[in-house]
C-alpha cells in the first residue's frame, strides 16, 4: 500500500512552548509510527524572514527547534526533518505557483491583514505570498495530509486552489492537501494569565516553554491567574481556572486531579475548600518533571553538533528527493525540462 504523504513546518521564531507540544508535536509522534503515513516535517526558516529580518540569532533558533523536536519524540530515521532552506526546490516551485497567484486575493488573506497591521513598515512581498511559499512547502512532496489549526486552515484551502490550478492549466499533476489530525478536539493551551494563547515569542512569563527550567515553571505556575473561587458547589469553571485544570490533566495523576476536582465542586461563597496555590503548587512540581526530560534531552542534542549537522543533513537528503521527483513532474507538465 502506497503511504500518504504528511507534511508540516514551524517557524523558528521564538521558543517552542507547551502548546507547540500538546497542540502538535504528540500527533507528530503518533503520525511517524503509523505505517500509514510518510512524514515530513521542517523548520521553515524562509517564512520567518517576512517578519524578522535580523538573522543574527536564526542559526541557534533552527537548531533549537530541530532539538526540541527530537526532544518530544521525532525520531529522524522515521521522518524527514529539514531545513526549509535545504530544500531548493521549494524555491523553484513557489516561483511557478506565483504565476497562479493574484494580488487581490492574497490581499484579503486574513493573515496577511493582521501582519501589515503588526508590522506596517515591513510591508514586504514575502509577506504577501506567505500562503504561496506555504503551498510550495506542501505541494513539493505532493502531500495529502497537513496537521495544523483551524488558524491556518484558510492557507490550506489556497495550497488546494493553487494544486486545482495548476492541474487544470498544465495536467493532473498535484494532489490536494486537506487538514488532518486524529479526531477529537485538539487540546487547546491557554496563556497563564487567561488572555489567548501561549505563544513563541510574545507573553512570555504566561508562557511555559520547553527550555525554561524547574524555577521558572513554579514562578510562572504560582503567578498564574486565579480567583476567589466559585461562589456556588458544582459551578462552571471560568477560562482561566479551566485551563489550570488542563494543564494538571496532562501532567498530573488521575488521584491528584481529582482531588482538586472534588475540592472546585464542594466549594461555594463563605465555604471554599479548594485552595489554589496548594493546587498551583502541585501543577508546578508535576509539570517541572515532566518538561525535565525534554528540556534536557534538547539541551544535549544542541551541544553535540557533529550529531546536529549529521541529523540536518539527512533530513535534507530525504526532503530533497522527494522535491526532486515532484519537481521533475512539475518541469515536465508546464513543458520547462529543455534537455
Given at each position: 500500500?502506497e503511504k ?5 513546518g ?13 497542540g502538535?508535536m504528540?500527533?507528530?509522534v ?13 523548520v ?10 535580523d ?20 525520531d ?13 526546490e521549494?524555491?523553484?516551485l ?27 513598515d ?8 506567505y500562503p504561496?511559499l ?10 495529502v ?6 488558524d ?10 493553487y494544486?486545482?490550478?495548476?492541474n ?5 499533476v498535484?494532489?490536494?492537501?486537506y487538514?488532518?489530525n486524529?479526531?477529537?478536539e ?26 525554561d ?11 498564574a ?7 456556588e ?11 489550570l485544570?488542563?494543564?494538571?490533566r ?5 488521584d ?9 465542586n ?10 489554589y496555590?496548594?493546587?498551583k ?10 518538561m525535565?526530560p ?7 542534542i544542541?551541544n ?24 521533475k513532474?512539475i ?9
Amino acid at each position: 500500500m502506497e503511504k500518504e504523504v504528511v507534511v508540516s513546518g514551524i517557524r523558528p521564531t521564538g521558543f517552542l512552548h507547551l502548546g507547540n507540544y500538546f497542540g502538535a508535536m504528540r500527533n507528530y509522534v503518533r503520525m511517524q509510527n503509523d505505517e500509514k503515513f510518510n512524514c515530513y516535517f521542517f523548520v521553515a526558516n524562509w517564512h520567518s524572514l517576512t517578519t524578522h529580518p535580523d538573522t543574527r540569532e536564526l542559526q541557534s533558533s533552527v537548531h533549537r527547534v530541530i532539538a526540541e523536536n527530537i526532544a518530544c519524540g521525532l525520531d529522524p530515521d522515521k521522518v524527514a526533518l529539514y531545513i526549509q532552506s535545504d530544500v531548493p526546490e521549494i524555491a523553484e516551485l513557489y516561483l511557478y505557483l506565483n504565476m497562479l497567484a493574484y494580488k487581490g486575493e492574497l490581499e484579503k488573506t486574513p493573515t496577511f491583514k493582521d501582519k501589515v497591521r503588526l508590522q506596517p513598515d515591513n510591508v514586504n512581498a514575502g509577506l504577501l505570498t506567505y500562503p504561496v511559499l506555504m503551498a510550495a512547502d506542501i505541494l513539493i512532496h505532493r502531500a495529502v495530509k497537513v496537521p495544523v489549526g483551524k488558524d491556518q486552515e484558510q492557507h490550506l484551502e489556497i495550497a488546494r486552489n493553487y494544486a486545482d490550478r495548476f492541474n487544470h492549466r498544465y495536467g493532473e499533476v498535484l494532489p490536494a492537501p486537506y487538514a488532518f489530525n486524529y479526531g477529537g478536539e485538539l487540546v487547546k493551551i491557554m496563556s497563564l494569565d487567561g488572555n489567548g494563547k501561549m505563544s513563541k515569542s510574545e507573553n512570555q512569563m504566561n508562557t511555559l516553554y520547553l527550555a525554561d527550567d524547574a524555577d521558572l515553571i513554579r514562578k510562572k505556575i504560582m503567578k498564574a491567574k486565579t480567583d476567589q473561587g466559585p461562589a456556588e458547589p458544582n459551578s462552571v469553571k471560568p477560562d482561566y481556572i479551566e485551563n489550570l485544570f488542563t494543564l494538571m490533566r496532562l501532567v498530573s495523576t488521575e488521584d491528584t486531579v481529582a482531588k482538586f476536582e472534588a475540592d472546585f465542586n464542594a466549594s461555594s461563597a463563605g465555604n471554599v475548600v479548594i485552595r489554589y496555590g496548594d493546587m498551583k503548587k502541585q501543577l508546578a512540581e508535576d509539570m517541572a518533571a515532566f518538561m525535565k526530560p525534554i528540556s534536557e534531552k534538547a539541551a544535549d542534542i544542541q551541544n553535540n553538533k557533529e550529531l546536529l549537522n549529521r541529523i540536518i543533513r539527512q533530513g535534507a537528503d530525504k526532503a530533497r528527493a522527494s522535491a526532486s521527483a515532484t519537481l521533475k513532474l512539475i518541469r515536465s507538465a508546464i513543458g520547462m525540462d529543455y534537455s
